[in-house]
């Protein structure tokens, strides 16, 4: 069973930085996309960065580029965001979420760069982390 489960959410001052981790276990797939996602209360979840388990590259939202940094630790299972110079607008449920690309000999086709934060995309989600920043 694909299990994604979040941790690292705090309440943080405006300014701050968090470091989320998201730890995988029960993958049988042989190439994977992990992506971080976030919902604002009242808002759309939105993608915010995403890692290819395959050559671990990384693309993020334009918006958080320079702040949040994606990262994994394959020895580990887990995932990474490291957030900076935290904002009010950053406060929200963060999610992680596993898009597999390859098992068993199939390959599935890669996605094009405007879909790999689309949340749409993703198969398997966590529960998510609350991420408060204050003023």
């Known amino acids: 069973e694909v299990q994604l489960v979040e941790s690292g959410g705090d309440l943080v001052q405006a300014g701050g930085s968090l470091r989320l981790s998201c730890a995988a276990s029960?993958?049988?797939?042989?190439?994977?996309?992990i992506g971080w996602f976030r919902q604002a209360p009242g808002k759309e979840r939105e993608g915010v960065a995403c890692?290819?388990?395959?050559?671990?590259?990384?693309d993020y939202a334009d918006s958080l580029k320079g702040r949040f940094t994606i990262s994994a630790d394959n020895a580990k299972n887990t995932v990474y965001l490291q957030m900076n110079s935290l904002k009010p607008e950053d406060t929200a449920v963060y999610y992680c979420?596993?898009?597999?690309?390859?098992?068993?000999?199939?390959?599935?086709?890669?996605?094009?760069?405007?879909?790999?934060?689309?949340?749409?995309?993703?198969?398997?989600w966590g529960q998510g982390t609350q991420v408060t920043v204050s003023s």
């Open positions: 979420a596993v898009r597999p690309t390859g098992w068993g000999g199939i390959t599935r086709v890669p996605l094009p760069l405007r879909d790999r934060l689309k949340s749409s995309e993703y198969d398997y």
């Open positions: 029960g993958f049988t797939f042989d190439a994977y996309r």
């Open positions: 890692i290819s388990s395959s050559d671990g590259t990384t």
